[in-house]
């Protein structure tokens, strides 16, 4: 038992993090949703670090369409919940800490000082689909275009915010609809930017307002790649396999591309010398 603990450390306190979401919410709201909801998410992303931790090829794919299809399709489409990030503004400008204010506190405001962009690599319905696309390893150089998210991140906020501030009526109406059809967008160029960039997470590189949350908390993620170089011997296949061109080989915080990490697992994979892991 306590050598399974041992070497399962990450998937364990991962499951226990989003239990204590769970119960808390709980406990403080009288609403089953939550205990259901962040103890559905949490065993999802636990068992698939579980299946990453032993090599299994399609770990993370069985996360993010576990996590990925509950939120789009069951949160999303069938609750109707704006789980985008007008969502977020929407609400928190209704002043309700519940549902999509929730989520982004959880996943992408505090959580990544935790498990940095966990939710990148293993929660996102859009990155879901993008990792399925043929550019796994980027083609080419990396462009200097991450300027485009903030635009986009105050596109987001002014919508909303021009909402209230003219007083539209049917604004629920209004947030589920800016959910789809702000889905099929980012699906559409996402799929378009990962074709003409040859990279799937183009569009996560330069176009995604999340990152805006995501990038700051998760530059002091408690859970990150690190080198062992006493058994590194230089081959480099770890940088020209990540997705996120992060240099996973400098330790330092401040290591290039570094809050760009999804902690996807794919360097540690290649690895042929086992010197990367997700241990301090
Ligand atoms: S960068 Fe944005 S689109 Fe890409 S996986 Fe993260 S949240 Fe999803
Ligand atoms: S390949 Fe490694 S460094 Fe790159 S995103 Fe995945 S886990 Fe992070
Ligand atoms: S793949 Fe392994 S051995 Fe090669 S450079 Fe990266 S850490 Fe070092």
């Known amino acids: 038992m306590k050598k399974f603990i041992k070497e399962n450390k990450i998937p364990i306190t991962m499951w226990l993090l989003f239990e204590t979401v769970a119960v808390t919410l ?4 009288s609403n089953i949703f939550y205990l ?17 931790s032993h090599k299994k090829k399609y770990a993370r794919n069985f996360v993010q369409l576990g996590v990925g299809l509950y939120m789009l399709v069951y949160l999303g489409i069938i609750c109707r919940e704006n789980m985008q990030i007008e969502g977020f503004w929407y609400y928190l400008f209704l002043g309700v800490f519940e549902a999509a204010t929730i989520h982004y506190f959880v996943a992408k405001i505090a959580g990544p000082l935790f498990f940095g962009r966990g939710w990148c690599g293993y929660a996102c319905w859009t990155g879901m689909i993008l990792d399925l696309l043929p550019y796994k390893t980027p083609k080419g150089e990396r462009k200097n275009l991450g300027w485009i998210r903030y635009i986009v991140f105050l596109l987001s906020l002014s919508f909303v915010a021009g909402l209230f501030i003219f007083k539209v009526d049917n604004l629920e ?42 990038k700051p908390a998760s530059y002091y ?11 590194c011997i230089n081959c480099n296949k770890c940088v020209r396999n990540c997705p996120m061109n992060v240099d996973m080989l400098d330790d330092s915080r401040k290591r290039k591309y570094g809050t760009e990490c999804i902690l996807c697992g794919k360097c540690m994979n290649e690895c042929p010398k086992n010197a990367l892991s997700l241990d301090k």
């Open 173 to 214: 109406n209004i947030m589920f609809w800016s959910f789809i059809i702000g889905n099929v967008i980012y699906y559409a160029l996402g799929i378009l930017l990962a074709f003409i960039f040859k990279d799937n997470r183009a569009f996560c590189k330069y176009i995604c307002p999340i990152t805006v949350f995501l």
């Open 36 to 52: 259901f909801n962040f103890t559905y998410i949490g065993t999802c992303i636990a068992v698939g670090l579980l299946l990453l």
């Open 221 to 231: 993620s408690y859970i990150r790649v690190t080198c062992d170089h006493s058994k």
């Open 26 to 29: 709980f406990l403080t709201t």
